[in-house]
T-cell receptor, first 109, second 115 residues
């Protein structure tokens, strides 16, 4: 089975850096996804990690440690438009995508 | 490339009524998912299809929910009879079959309110 944990809510100010953590327990590991979801909209893909380490993509980076069952999403130079929910998701089997509860990020001026 | 299409966008029904949602995935995507997202929570997987076969429906409340994907393309999700706790956004997503790292593409969802 799957168990995915994330903080419920985080706050940060514009221009700052924020790290959103995700811990997971899974019977089989096929990588870890991060999605962004603005209020009232559908989730959109941010990143996928299958190997340990940090992957950078512009202002967003994602880190994975398979031995620790741990990932984080790092957002730099925060902008107001980054206010959204960030969902950690792990495949529970081939392409069975299971989501955590999501972390709501509030960016203030 | 057209995205995942869902309809209707909004639906309000009374408890004990029935409702159906429709999803047309991205062309060529063999995997189709239905998720239920209650306000403030992450999406919960209800059912996963590969082509027209069910891969996982372990969290689908089968006494009231049903889903089909008869021709391996579009899909319908039905609730009969609806309960107040079914109020949620129902998201459809699709992804290619042959890539485990393939991202899922989501439709805009159907917001269901049961009164």
């Amino acid at each position: 089975g799957q168990n995915i944990d994330q903080p419920t809510e985080m706050t940060a100010t514009e221009g700052a850096i924020v790290q959103i953590n995700c811990t997971y327990q899974t019977s089989g590991f096929n990588g870890l996804f991060w999605y962004q979801q603005h209020a009232g909209e559908a989730p959109t893909f941010l990143s996928y990690n299958v190997l340990d380490g940090l992957e950078e993509k512009g202002r967003f980076s994602s880190f994975l440690s398979r031995s620790k069952g741990y990932s984080y999403l790092l957002l730099k130079e925060l902008q107001m438009k980054d206010s959204a929910s960030y969902l950690c998701a792990a495949p529970g089997g081939f392409q069975k995508l299971v989501f955590g509860t999501g972390t709501r990020l509030l960016v203030s001026p | 490339e057209a995205g995942v299409a869902q309809s209707p966008r909004y639906k309000i029904i009374e408890k004990r009524q029935s409702v159906a949602f429709w999803c047309n995935p991205i062309s060529g995507h063999a995997t189709l998912y239905w998720y239920q997202q209650i306000l403030g929570q992450g999406p919960k997987l209800l059912i996963q299809f590969q082509n027209n076969g069910v891969v996982d429906d372990s969290q689908l409340p089968k006494d009231r929910f049903s889903a089909e994907r008869l021709k391996g393309v579009d899909s319908t999700l039905k609730i009969q009879p609806a309960k107040l706790e079914d109020s949620a956004v129902y998201l459809c997503a699709s992804s290619p079959l042959d890539r485990p790292d393939a991202e899922a593409f989501f439709g805009q969802g159907t917001r269901l309110t049961v009164v």
